[in-house]
């Protein structure tokens, strides 16, 4: 079932995006390269926030799964025992008019004929596969014998690495390798923002046990992952588990599902989860004459593990985490008159900024100095911002807008001018209910810490 698209809402993410600092069209001044994407300074908080959770609730929280770091230069032997040299491929065509290079399911058919989406034009070429993967050249020779690939999945160094890290973690089955980092496809048509790009990041985990307990670990792995996405703030109601039927899954699967966001280009994968069986360690296992059987002590058997991989994107999620937080509504200007908010409602623990620093007035040195004073009280603990130009409004308006959660106000009270029992304390403002509290500066760094925690389910 597709969602509804909404290319006007998208068309303000994308516009706040690049306005606030998230994310920018790589190489823009030289007018950009097709499917690459640049992080700005929010947008790589925001993506750090999303891999360090992820990194928390599938390695440190865990005594089954450890870490890997893979390089990105990958030998031309594995990714032909893993079948990337061979199939990993998209049917292509050309619109000879417009000279567009599209993928087969991009095509349009009107009465019985297919049309070029961009022109119209008919006379389009017969379909051909197209490699995704990017090439390169290994030391001073360009030529066969030099070839290595950018991974185009992290997946791979950790099939190839699973005897190493079998071996140094002593661990038996059932027990996961995971992974951050780069991959790239030559994608023939990037579109939709970052959400189709040509290097993106990849979080994978690949979970071995025995034959017997596959899909009961795919169904494990569903949930848990369905959990984390509800656990960084995204709407459970726009999250879907899809069963990916036969024909669609790799003839090696017993099982996948894809995850699916409603972003307002239609809904979309975020993240495979699939039960790939024995397939990649065997076909490394063949392709390298080296065994990579696993050896259990209880019944004396040796095997080839299966495997279940909970596969899932860091841009695509950190773009439905941005989608998701976007809102508009109705707050009052300085004069109380309604006008209309942009916010971005992250959670809490995903938000770049967590809190918000304002002194009220910039020319008083003792507001001003009381406002450092709290900077570096929290900043052991938590990315703050310290922004003392403008109208106190209009300075919540643009931490709003970035999705920052909390703002403290220093004003005379702070300083004791008005009335002695407010000594020393601030004003507290909730981004989402734009409720304000009194609370003691001393007290700040355990109150947002516990709201930020409370919010998470965790530590901060
Ligand atoms: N190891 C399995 C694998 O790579 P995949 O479905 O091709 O499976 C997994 O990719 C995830 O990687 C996707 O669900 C998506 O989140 C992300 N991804 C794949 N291609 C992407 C692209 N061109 N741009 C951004 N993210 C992509």
Same mark, same amino acid.
């Given at each position: 079932?597709?969602?509804?698209t909404?290319?006007?809402r998208?068309?303000k993410?994308?516009?706040?995006c ?12 030289y007018?950009?390269?097709n ?11 925001l993506?750090?926030?999303l891999? @360090?959770?992820?990194?928390r ?24 025992a ?9 049917p ?14 991009q ?24 490699n ?6 290994v ?8 070839i ?14 699973f ?8 661990? %038996?089955l ?6 951050i980092? %780069? ?9 939709n ?18 034959a017997q ?23 459970r109601? %726009? ?16 099982g ?19 039960y790939?069986t024995?397939?990649d ?7 390298s004459g %080296? ?6 002590e ?8 299966h ?17 998701d937080a ?5 707050a009052p200007?300085?004069k109380?008159?309604?006008?209309? !908010? ?5 959670h809490?623990r995903?938000a ?9 007035l910039?020319? @008083? ?6 406002a ?11 990315t ?10 209009? !300075?919540? !308006? ?7 959660p ?15 029992a407010?000594?020393?304390t601030?004003?507290? !403002? ?23 925690a409370?919010s ?5």
């Amino acid at each position: 079932m597709s969602a509804p698209t909404d290319t006007q809402r998208m068309e303000k993410i994308v516009s706040l995006c690049k306005r606030r600092g998230f994310i920018f069209q790589s190489t823009e001044i030289y007018g950009g390269l097709n499917g690459l994407w640049d992080y700005g300074p929010l947008g790589v908080e925001l993506k750090r926030n999303l891999k @360090n959770y992820w990194w928390r609730v599938m390695v440190h929280e865990r005594d089954d799964v450890f870490g890997m770091d893979g390089a990105i230069l990958t030998h031309p032997a594995v990714l032909k025992a893993s079948g990337h040299v061979e199939g990993f491929s998209d049917p292509m065509v050309d619109c000879p008019t417009c000279k567009a290079h599209l993928r087969t399911d991009q095509i349009v058919e009107k009465k019985g004929i297919k049309q070029c989406p961009n022109c119209g034009g008919k006379d389009l070429t017969e379909a051909r596969q197209f490699n995704l993967m990017f090439e390169t050249h290994v030391g001073a020779a360009a030529d066969e014998s030099s070839i290595a690939y950018l991974r185009p999945e992290t997946a791979q160094s950790i099939f190839v690495q699973f005897k190493n890290i079998l071996e140094v973690s002593r661990k %038996k089955l059932p027990f996961g390798i995971a992974q951050i980092g %780069k991959a790239f496809r030559n994608e023939i048509n990037p579109r939709n923002f970052t959400f189709r790009s040509r290097e993106f990041e990849q979080m994978e985990l690949e979970y071995f046990c025995p034959a017997q307990g596959g899909m009961k670990w795919l169904d494990y792995w569903l949930e848990e992952r369905l959990r984390f996405y509800e656990n960084i703030g995204i709407s459970r109601t %726009k999250l879907h588990a899809r069963e990916v039927p036969d024909e669609e899954r790799a003839f090696y699967s017993k099982g996948t599902y894809d995850i699916e966001y409603d972003f307002p280009f239609g809904r979309q994968e975020l993240e495979g989860v699939a039960y790939r069986t024995d397939y990649d360690l065997l076909q490394h296992q063949k392709a390298s004459g %080296k065994s990579l059987e696993y050896f259990d002590e209880e019944t004396k058997q040796r095997f080839i593990p299966h495997v279940v991989e909970p596969s899932a994107g860091v841009d695509r999620t950190v773009l439905a985490l941005i989608c998701d937080a976007y809102a508009e509504d109705q707050a009052p200007d300085e004069k109380g008159k309604m006008e209309t !908010r942009v916010v971005l409602r992250f959670h809490p623990r995903m938000a770049p900024i967590k809190c918000g620093i304002f002194p009220l007035l910039k020319k @008083n040195e003792r507001l001003v100095a009381k406002a450092k004073e709290i900077v570096d009280l929290l900043r052991p603990q938590m990315t703050v911002f310290y922004d003392q130009s403008g109208a106190i409004g209009r !300075r919540y !308006r643009r931490q709003d807008e970035i999705g920052t959660p909390f703002g403290i106000t220093i004003d005379f009270e702070t300083l004791g001018e008005k009335e002695p029992a407010l000594q020393e304390t601030v004003t507290l !403002r909730d981004r989402d209910s734009m409720k304000q509290d009194r609370v003691a500066i001393k007290d700040l760094p355990d109150i947002l810490s516990s709201r930020i925690a409370r919010s998470c389910g965790g530590a901060l």
